[in-house]
């Protein structure tokens, strides 16, 4: 029986995600294997879980500049020494549960793990493989530390696999497979039957917001979107998901009410059919984390990009626009006038959903367990 620790961690919902896609992948394809799946930071410490939780998401919020000050400056100066002292101090903790559960091998979805992991081995505390799976469509210095200690590098895209194996990685250890996904994302939906469960219209075209997530894209701005959307898109429909944001939720109700948009505009506050909805719909208008990215992509969805936080966000968007998968309104853009640009001239999003093929990978959770466990 091979013994598989999965870490994540806490920080957006795309490494927790792109962790149960891989556990559900190998727990339902391996009998010969027993899967964990822990939080790594909040096994180390909750109270240090809690708190630098909520300073990411404030500075991501209120202070998005100096959320990337430490994002580009993470692996130099005090930042780098700070890091590199509580990963020694924090790998120790992690150390219990992998001497209790004694994996063969490790699988992380976040740096923090990673770090730890390879400390450990560096160490001699553990000899078991180690794989790292890259969330975003971006690489950053913090996924590579000890590289030499890490087996397995999972990308999203080539530019990443270039970028890896200039820093000094060899070729044999980096796989270009993409973001692990639901296998949800490779169903055959019955797209008729979802209009129908949504109250929407099949033969209108459909816009999918994603105005919430666990950050919003600031309160104004966002409301400035669907204003634009509802004023603006006339013959399509438009699904809002305004996340778990009662006041926005609320707002967007309003805004429908207001433009009399009730048969062609939906708010939802939450939902677990993101699959679904995205397979009936046109494009797409969100913040590009990497795993919203990658299953818009898998759907087949031209993305529209807005307000990204600093740091990852920004290099997924600047990967997007560079590969003509996306158009970026950015902050000092007039919205409703980018908007009525893409109204205009549906042209430029024909364009991006044809170019999606070349830049999607829909087996990607099944990639990465095939090449770890079969390999």
């Not at 806490?10 to 896609?21: E, W």
């Not at 505390?125 to 975003?136: E, G, N, S, Y």
């Not at 009410?257 to 062609?264: C, F, I, P």
């Amino acid at each position: 029986m091979k013994k598989i620790l999965i870490f994540y961690g806490a920080y957006g919902g795309g490494h927790l995600a792109a962790a149960k896609s891989i556990k559900e992948y190998i727990d339902s394809h391996y009998d010969d294997c027993e899967t964990l799946m822990v939080d790594c930071i909040e096994y180390v410490n909750k109270f240090i879980n809690k708190l630098s939780t909520a300073a990411y998401r404030e500075m991501a919020k209120k202070a998005p500049w100096m959320w990337k000050h430490v994002y580009n400056n993470s692996d130099s100066g005090v930042l780098s020494i700070i890091s590199e002292s509580s990963n020694k101090l924090m790998s120790r903790k992690l150390n219990v549960i992998l001497q209790e559960f004694k994996p063969d091998l490790v699988i992380s979805t976040h740096p923090f793990s990673n770090q730890m992991c390879t400390e450990l081995k560096k160490r001699h505390k553990i000899d078991c493989k180690i794989a790292t799976v890259l969330t975003d469509m971006a690489p950053h210095s913090q996924w590579i530390v000890n590289k030499e200690y890490i087996d397995y590098f999972f990308v999203a895209n080539k530019d990443m696999k270039e970028s890896l194996s200039d820093s000094g990685i060899p070729d044999f250890k980096i796989f270009l497979t993409g973001i692990p996904l639901s296998n949800r994302f490779l169903e055959n939906f019955d797209k008729e039957k979802i209009f129908n469960e949504f109250n929407l219209d099949s033969s209108k075209k459909t816009i999918l917001f994603f105005a919430g997530g666990e950050f919003g894209l600031g309160r104004k701005r966002t409301h400035l979107v669907f204003r634009a959307l509802l004023r603006l898109f006339k013959t399509s429909q438009v699904i809002a998901i305004s996340g778990r944001n009662n006041k926005m939720n609320q707002k967007f109700k309003e805004l429908v009410s207001l433009y009399h948009a009730e048969n062609r505009a939906i708010v939802l506050d939450f939902t677990n059919k993101v699959p679904e909805l995205m397979s009936i719909s046109d494009f797409v208008i969100t913040k590009p984390g990497g795993l919203t990215t990658s299953e818009a992509l898998v759907s087949g969805l031209p993305i529209v990009v807005i307000n990204p936080i600093p740091g990852q966000e920004e290099e997924n968007a600047e990967f997007l626009v560079k590969n003509h998968l996306a158009v970026w309104i950015k902050k000092d853009d007039n919205i409703a006038r980018a908007l009525k640009n893409l109204y205009r001239h549906p042209e430029i999003l024909n364009e991006i959903r044809n170019n999606i093929p070349n830049f999607a990978k829909p087996n990607s959770t099944e990639n990465i367990c095939k090449i770890l466990l079969e390999d």
